[in-house]
């Protein structure tokens, strides 16, 4: 069994920053891609940011210049720093991973249970 399991959000002023953390454990064989979306109310889920295993990046226009993902392979972790943050912000972050299970030969689409992050004053 596989789960991912975030966590780092909560409340913040705007302009201030926040860590999120999310951690890959079960029977992995390997991991793929690795990513941050976003739910706010009432609207769709939305890609905040993308890593690739070698570490490439893809930021929503949104985020650019202010979040950062980064990823430690031999933790199986992902991180989103994000900085400089906006009411616009808040909503639910899920962590992604796309990542093959021990003794299957298929790529499958993992989430995490979500973590709420709220920018107020």
């Known amino acids: 069994q596989v789960q991912l399991v975030e966590s780092g959000g909560g409340l913040v002023q705007p302009g201030g920053s926040l860590r999120l953390s999310c951690a890959a454990s079960?029977?992995?064989?390997?991991?793929?891609?690795m990513g941050w979306y976003r739910q706010a109310p009432g609207k769709q889920r939305e890609m905040v940011a993308v890593?690739?295993?070698?570490?490439?990046?893809n930021y929503s226009d949104s985020v650019k210049g202010r979040f950062t993902i980064s990823r430690d392979n031999a933790k199986k972790t992902v991180y989103l720093q994000m900085n400089n943050l906006k009411p616009d912000d808040t909503a639910v972050y899920y962590c992604n991973a796309e990542l093959v299970v021990r003794g299957t030969h298929r790529v499958d689409d993992y989430w995490g249970q979500g973590t709420q992050v709220t920018v107020s004053s």
């Open positions: 890593i690739t295993a070698g570490s490439s990046t």
């Open positions: 079960g029977s992995i064989f390997s991991i793929r891609d």
